[in-house]
């Protein structure tokens, strides 16, 4: 089977006792979600960094012991927020070193997490440390040499760092790096520079878009094709998502026919989180419904249909959920030729909104047209 690689996003926390604790509540919600509906279906779960508002020990002591509860492994890196005090003493002293690796290989997908807080001078200023430069460098080389897809795990754009964010993400676009997974905005949103996917995820605490609800988006690497959804907390399950071949907006490898097939028959794949009864089905192109197959002792459900060259929209359904996405079927002669990439890593290159996957493109936060929180 296609090494796949799934982790569940939990957004900035900005664990805060000023608004009574707001995002423990929230995060114990998400932390049971998790463990009643995914369970070994996802990987592990993330936490982008802005952790603690104030990065003092008692904020660090509510989320550790509100995460306790949870079955998967979780993985951590620092913001902004976790820098206030002028270091990152109480965020190393809350979580474990395995809680906050600089690398690992899951999956035969090599994860990579950056600290771009340390560097510089707190607030917005973010920059990579020599260290985590060179790290990152070497990283990227051992998963090239070792045919892993790379995955990065940091903060904020590259576009958003206060120095060499456009090498850094030409490094990251030449190493054919899958997907980067950000914090920061507080809103959904996905850019795609032609070589890079690149996510950020609604925050947990200071939420100004979607009504204010909290949620958790969830993000499948098979092999090199990524997905992205977003759920808010308290709906139904299951929960559903297509993991191949790519969504058009999610296109980076153009003459790869796992992103983009080939005219004839197809092998669409997707997700199921959560038990069910009910059959998964799909459609193409609003025709009737057809069962897929469970791949037995996992999580996926495939089937083959035909396509000729063109856009095609599919849609797969279980229960009371959906997943659609539109899938680009081209024959090789008609492959094109990719210049440079212009502006690399920057949110110029924001998919806009996807309402089917949770994305408004609202950009409401703090860094763009929200509140000064």
Partial sequence: MTPSLTWVHIGDLHMDEANGWQSRDRLAAIVAEINAHIGDAADFVYLPGDNANHATAEQYRVITDTLAP????????PGDHDFELGDLANYEAAFPEANRPEAEVIAGHRCIFLDIISAGA??????????????????LARAEAEGQTPVVFM??????????????????????????DTGHTHYNELLNDGRVIYGATRSTGEIEEGDGKPGFSITTIHGRVPSWR????????????????????LVTRPADPTQVPRPGEVEIVAKLFGATADPVTISVDGAAAQPMIPTPGTAFWTTRVPLDAGLHRVEVSVGTDRDVIDILVRGEKDI???GMPIAPGRDIHSIGPWPEHGIEASRLG??????HW
């Fill in 70 to 77: 949870l079955s998967l492994p979780y993985r951590v890196i």
């Fill in 122 to 139: 707190g607030g917005p200023d973010f920059r990579l440390t020599m260290h985590h430069r060179n790290r990152l460098l070497e990283e």
């Fill in 155 to 180: 903060h904020a754009y590259p576009g958003d760092l206060a120095a060499d964010g456009e090498d850094i993400a030409r490094t990251l676009a030449d190493a054919r790096v899958a997907f980067v």
């Fill in 230 to 249: 977003f759920k808010e907390t308290g709906g139904d399950w299951p929960f559903v998502q297509i993991v191949a071949p790519a969504d058009l907006r």
């Fill in 336 to 338: 094109p030729h990719r």
């Fill in 366 to 371: 703090p860094n763009k047209n929200g509140k």
